[in-house]
């Protein structure tokens, strides 16, 4: 479950929406689909933040969250000056609700969470081909942290190891030999011709990031991952296995203990757990278990800025298939994200139909596991709808192609049709 409302908050006026492993929101510009998304990722970076230190006051205040919020996706100006901004974001694992300014977080202790990588690919992503970039200092904000992202990912992506961009003849990699322009874009034979990505089509600037993250964060990095323990990190993770010294070993081994007691406690339980004590035993094993929930991350959760930029749609037909077909290969990802192309929300039917229809030579998706909205004046309405004699789920598009219907309908006009 995961639940989040939005009042008051640019141009959003009232926003309740029910989240789902998929989520696509569409919408003309500025109507507020990329201020639900960016707060939906600070929500689950906070979510994670506390959820790893086990710390309700890792976001000490509601200015600190409202800074937050401000700070890393740029939206100063965006709260209400009356303070009547409101947000509430629930899931199984903590609530955090804030309102007139204050601050309100609680964390289900009970509920084991399990760490997530937080990707978030902005519309912006293109700029990873400016040679500008190189040693340029970005303040704390989302694009900073895609930059960073990009980094790790696309050095996976050598010249032994190229990448099909989707069917479109093309192959990424990255030549760490080059000083500058090391991403690049060879052709499939890998002869006719080899140029930087900041030398090809905008379609490719677009695509090719997008792509190269998807695909390492839903795999590769996952096998790479390993925790380096920085100074900050290092001191997370000692507060952290404190309280997880508390939460899980104490508990068991003497419910009910008192603080003053813990440090007898801890040595009594190390002594009996290096005298191999089968009840020591089992209880650190739980203890161990519940650091790895906290310290490896087990998916990714995509958060997508238009990913139709710039390409042709049967390009984003296929960049949608290979989204549903990347998220749901081995691991239990999901994604949210913003669009403004028909094509995409219409063929997500396709993918639903396939799911009806036990069709198996190609992605499937399952519409419990989708929810799609269109925001309009500040508000969102729901697309999903159900076929009362079948029961079956499909995507109410019919307003989605309003445009099409429109110039279609002017051209016969003008010949008189």
Known sequence: MKHLVIRNIGPIKDVDIE???FNFIIGPQSSGKSTIAKILSTCEWVEKEIETTRNEKAVGSGADFKSLVESFHKMEDYFDQDN?????YKTDYIDIIYEHKDLQIHLKRDVPYYRQKICYIPAERNMVTLPELKGYEFNTTNLRSFLFDWYRAREFYTSQNKTNVLE????YYYDA??????DRIQHINGKSYDISLSNSSSGLQSLTPLL????YYSDQYFTEYDFKNSFDQDTKVKKMRSALTREVALTQYQPGFREEDVYNLVNRFNDELHRNVPRAVEIFKSYEEACNRLLIPNRTTFIIEEPEQNLYPFTQV?????IFRLCSSGRKHGCTITTHSPFILNYLNVLIARYYKHVNDGVQLNPDDLSVHVTNDGYLTDLMQQNKQTGEYSINAEDLVEAMRY????????LGV
């Open 168 to 171: 479109l003849g093309v192959q």
């Open 318 to 322: 296929a960049l949608l298939e290979t």
């Open 19 to 21: 989240l789902k492993r």
């Open 177 to 182: 030999d080059k000083t500058t322009k090391n």
């Open 407 to 414: 110039m279609l309908n002017e051209y016969r006009k003008v």
């Open 212 to 215: 190269v993250m998807l695909q």
């Open 84 to 88: 009547d901004s409101y947000i509430c």
